[in-house]
DNA sequence: TTGTTTGTTCAGTATTGACCGAACAAACAG
DNA sequence: CTGTTTGTTCGGTCAATACTGAACAAACAA
């Protein structure tokens, strides 16, 4: 197989995992061609080249990604054209955002407590303890992306 | 707004979250009826009644859930109809299934390492820091698993 | 100004999948 | 065996949305 088609077969299946954590999957196939494209920073017609996808479905797509956080967009001294690549520390940022799914679970527990407030404990048992659950992961998992942080800067120190 | 409204709407907002999440939104009304519950195991025709959704779209929602490991099927003694309930733990379980995420995501950065193995480091630097980022996670949620479980039955000793 | 390059918006299409009702199957009661 | 209750499967409909091409806008060059 062609490298190319390599290439496009890794976007592909990042897409994949891009949806199933809900985001596009153009959104994802642009995000996985940034992850290995040499440069690291691409135009436009870069990607629809190399993805064979409209013009219009990058534009909407990197705009999402760049608002998400997860790509940015540089223009290059005396280049017309924009370049767009995956941002510094994405994994973090990524990570950051699934933390929301953590606080809008306790929030949803929280909601549900506050509608069952006169009912018997057990009945507001199975809410206390998903309350519970996230609350301790809305708690533990930015200490652990300190951690990485540390980690990480550690090991680039030799 | 009746009780009965309250519920609906309650089960309509973890529904909305179990979407973001990618499960399919009947799993979620069924998942956040069965979290309100009283008593926490409901008939299919329970929950029919409750939600107003169809016996058919239950049937299915019902048996992933049960494959997703989210609830139980349980008969009673001298009862024809089945039961459903949440399980015991679900959201051990439930973060346990996203784990797969994250260990999907640290395969992936080593299908796309292994894609450019005679490509210099710098272009594979992109893929290396996802990789080690997902495999620090794939470490430490696991231990904050447990952490949890030590904090939660450490509560419960009083 | 006029023409060219670059990127965005918009309307239409097509695909996906959730949902329902009805037909069907299975288990049980009489 | 016959009828009733309970649950599953299937076909069709509907809504949501991803994607495209084409028109449009904006920036720049000549």
């Known amino acids: 197989m062609s490298t190319a088609g390599e290439y496009r077969h890794f976007a592909e299946d990042v897409a994949l995992h891009f949806e199933q954590v809900?985001?596009?999957?153009?959104?994802?196939?642009?995000?996985?061609w940034l992850?290995?494209?040499?440069?690291?920073?691409?135009?436009?017609?870069?990607?629809?080249?190399?993805?064979?996808?409209?013009?219009?479905?990058?534009?909407?797509?990197?705009?999402?990604?760049?608002?998400?956080?997860?790509?940015?967009r540089l223009s290059l001294p005396g280049e017309r054209r924009d370049y767009y690549c995956v941002?510094?520390?994405?994994?973090?940022?990524?990570?950051?955002?699934q933390m929301n799914q953590v606080k809008a679970f306790?929030?949803?527990?929280e909601q549900g407590l506050k509608m069952l407030a006169d009912q018997p404990a057990e009945?507001?048992?199975?809410?206390?303890?998903?309350r519970d659950?996230?609350?301790?992961?809305?708690?533990?998992?930015?200490?652990?992306?300190?951690?990485?942080?540390?980690v990480k800067s550690e090991a680039e120190k030799d």
Chains 1, 2 share one sequence.
């Open 22 to 32: 809900g985001l596009s999957r153009t959104a994802g196939r642009i995000f996985g």
């Open 106 to 109: 306790r929030k949803l527990a």
């Open 133 to 150: 659950f996230y609350a301790f992961f809305e708690e533990e998992i930015p200490a652990l992306l300190d951690r990485w942080e540390m």
């Open 35 to 72: 992850l290995i494209s040499d440069p690291p920073h691409q135009t436009m017609d870069d990607v629809v080249e190399g993805l064979k996808v409209s013009k219009s479905s990058v534009s909407v797509a990197t705009r999402f990604l760049i608002e998400s956080g997860l790509v940015q």
């Open 87 to 97: 941002v510094e520390g994405v994994w973090q940022t990524f990570m950051r955002q």
């Open 123 to 130: 009945r507001r048992n199975r809410l206390r303890e998903m």
